[in-house]
């Protein structure tokens, strides 16, 4: 069983309402626009045991890597409107547009791509104790990789193109200028694509995907 820590990557996005929030409290729009630094190290490598009981260090599964290794455009996007008394919806969006379309590392003889990624969000939201700035959520989730990236293309380098679905339960507290949440995603679907390589082979599409994710974050509004 292999495990890795440490610092990921790093990402800074800037953000701005389209109606300013203290005249629309009840519904409203923010898109916004960012960068993800390659911060994270995408060398780790983990213990192979052989047959005999022989040890040696190979890398791990581009899945288990705290990064990347590349530059990527962030554009992103969220809403909510209130229905009734306490509930309201809510809706968000990412896509992470990569600079690079692969590194100088190999897993199991393939150099590995940087890959565009995104996710989508959507769910009802409830205010449980609205004075004091909680409430609590329940959605679904998709997040995906694809096959090519919006710059430069597909190449034949190794990605887990796909998608996966969660149920996704949360929790919020917002006081003041300050937002923090917390949400536990958890898996009910994944599904990898088969890549055409430029040879006219075929890649079955596989990955390693947590059964659940714990996501907490922190905002603060300007």
Known sequence: QA???????????ANVWLAAPTRHPNGNISLGLGVKAPTGSYHATGAFYAPTGTASQVPLSPTLQLGDGGWAILAQGQAFQ????????????????STRM???ATWQGLIVAVPDVYSARAG???GIAPDQGFSVSLGGRIDGTTIRNLVGGRDDSKRDAGYYMYVEPGI?????????????????RADYYTMALSDGTLRT??????????????????
Do not use: E, K
């Open 172 to 188: 919020a507290w917002v006081s003041g200028m300050n937002q923090f949440t917390l949400s536990v995603p958890v898996r009910v």
């Open 3 to 13: 495990s890795n820590s440490g610092l990921g990557d790093v990402t800074a996005t």
């Open 124 to 126: 009802l939201a409830f």
């Open 205 to 222: 599409g596989a990955g390693g995907v947590n059964d659940f994710i714990v996501y907490a974050g922190f905002s603060r509004r300007f």
């Open 82 to 97: 209130q229905l009734v008394g306490r509930a309201s919806v809510y809706a968000s969006g990412l896509y992470s547009a």
């Open 102 to 104: 692969h590194t100088d």
